[in-house]
Every structure is written in structure tokens, then in C-alpha cells.
T-cell receptor, first 110, second 113 residues
Framework: GIQVEQSPPDLILQEGANSTLRCNFS?????LQWFHQNPWGQLINLFY???GTKQNGRLSATTVATERYSLLYISSSQTTDSGVYFC????????????FGTGTLLAVQP | DAEITQSPRHKITETGRQVTLACHQT?????MFWYRQDLGHGLRLIHY???????NKGEVSDGYSVSRSNTEDLPLTLESAASSQTSVYFC????????????FGPGTRLTVL
């Protein structure tokens, strides 16, 4: 089956720093989403981005479908950005069955 | 505002007992999903439904069942709970059968002793 790999597995930042999280996938995808799981466990949609670039405040994401990767950029990080970031994809005929990567654990220190 | 809720938020049960976790959404979404989250595995799909009376097995469906009698609810039943089913369970929904954004509930933490 398709593989979804995220890097780095964990990351520690000082408040105000920028970071880039990467999601690689091994086959063509129909859909790619980025989620933030906060320290209370809630999963929050960040982006629905099967291709192209989107921005939402300090966060932006780019998916290059032809090269099978997506990047999540966090600028001017804040302590509230801490948590786990997941990318998730759907592929083939299973257009709604999300397959998650194992996540990047981000800790932003004051 | 539309939302997706799960109950209970925390549950402790014993091996062999039947357990049902509730999921209710007010988005009027056709598609609903159950995932479990375990350390080292991320989230994995248990069962999903594309509409009333439709249910399908996901990646890790053994020991679980679902039923869809209306649009709003997709209860997840553990027929005979096992310690290996200790996990955090998330319900999600999406609007259409095309690739679409999934929205997640707050999760249920289940412990099987």
C-alpha cells in the first residue's frame, strides 16, 4: 500500500523561529490534508491541499503532487503551535479513506 | 454551529464486556468514519459509512462493528473488549464521496482492563 512519511519526527523551537515540516508519499494522491493535534488531543484541520499553495495567517502549505511531497511552513512560531502535526492522504478509488503519516511532534519553548 | 461530538470522553471497562462509543454530527454529512490512535501507529481507519444503511470495513476492523440508521449517528461497538483495544478513538465526517475535508470529533479515551 501507499506509504506516508513525515519528517522530522520531532522538533524543538524557540518562540519566534520558523520551521518547515515535510510529508512524502509513495504514490499519486487524490487528497492531502494537514492537521494539528493540540496537547489536549483535539485534531484541527489546517489545510486541504491536494496541490498548489495555501496560506492561513502564519501557516502555509505547498503540495507538489508530481514530486509526491507536501510542506507545511510555520512562521514566527508561538507556544500555542506546540503539538503533533499530521499529514493525511487519500488515493486511488478510496477517495475518502484517509491514511495518516506518523506525525511530527513540535515543541515551541518560550 | 454544526459540530461533531463523541461520548463518553473517557471510559474504563473490563475485558470481555461489550462497549459502545457514540458519534453524533450536525453537519448533515453523508460520510462518517471511525479511527483509533495508538503510539507509533498514528491514526488508523476502523470502519466507515457513506450513508444510511451503508457500512464498510477499514484497515483495523476486527473486533469492531458499526451501524448507520440515520445521517447523524455512527455508533462504534466493541463486541467483546480486549486489552489491545485500549486506545483513543476518533470519529470524523465529510460531506461528499469525492475527496473532501474530514472534520474530527474530540475523541474518546478507552481503557480496557
Amino acid at each position: 500500500g501507499i506509504q506516508v512519511e513525515q519528517s522530522p519526527p520531532d522538533l524543538i523551537l524557540q518562540e519566534g523561529a520558523n520551521s518547515t515540516l515535510r510529508c512524502n508519499f509513495s504514490d499519486s494522491v487524490n487528497n492531502l490534508q494537514w492537521f494539528h493535534q493540540n496537547p489536549w488531543g483535539q485534531l484541527i484541520n489546517l489545510f486541504y491541499i491536494p496541490s498548489g499553495t495555501k496560506q492561513n495567517g502564519r501557516l502555509s502549505a505547498t503540495t507538489v503532487a508530481t514530486e509526491r511531497y507536501s510542506l507545511l511552513y510555520i512562521s514566527s512560531s508561538q507556544t500555542t503551535d506546540s503539538g503533533v502535526y499530521f499529514c493525511a492522504i487519500t488515493y486511488g478509488g478510496a477517495t475518502n479513506k484517509l491514511i495518516f503519516g506518523t506525525g511530527t511532534l513540535l515543541a515551541v519553548q518560550p | 454551529d454544526a459540530e461533531i461530538t463523541q461520548s463518553p470522553r473517557h471510559k474504563i471497562t473490563e475485558t470481555g464486556r461489550q462497549v459502545t462509543l457514540a458519534c453524533h454530527q450536525t453537519w448533515n454529512h453523508n460520510n462518517m468514519f471511525w479511527y483509533r490512535q495508538d503510539l507509533g501507529h498514528g491514526l488508523r481507519l476502523i470502519h466507515y459509512s457513506y450513508g444510511v444503511q451503508d457500512t464498510n470495513k477499514g484497515e483495523v476492523s476486527d473486533g469492531y462493528s458499526v451501524s448507520r440508521s440515520n445521517t447523524e449517528d455512527l455508533p462504534l461497538t466493541l463486541e467483546s473488549a480486549a486489552s489491545s483495544q485500549t486506545s483513543v478513538y476518533f470519529c470524523a465526517s465529510s460531506e461528499s464521496t469525492l475527496a473532501d475535508t474530514q472534520y474530527f470529533g474530540p475523541g474518546t479515551r478507552l481503557t480496557v482492563l
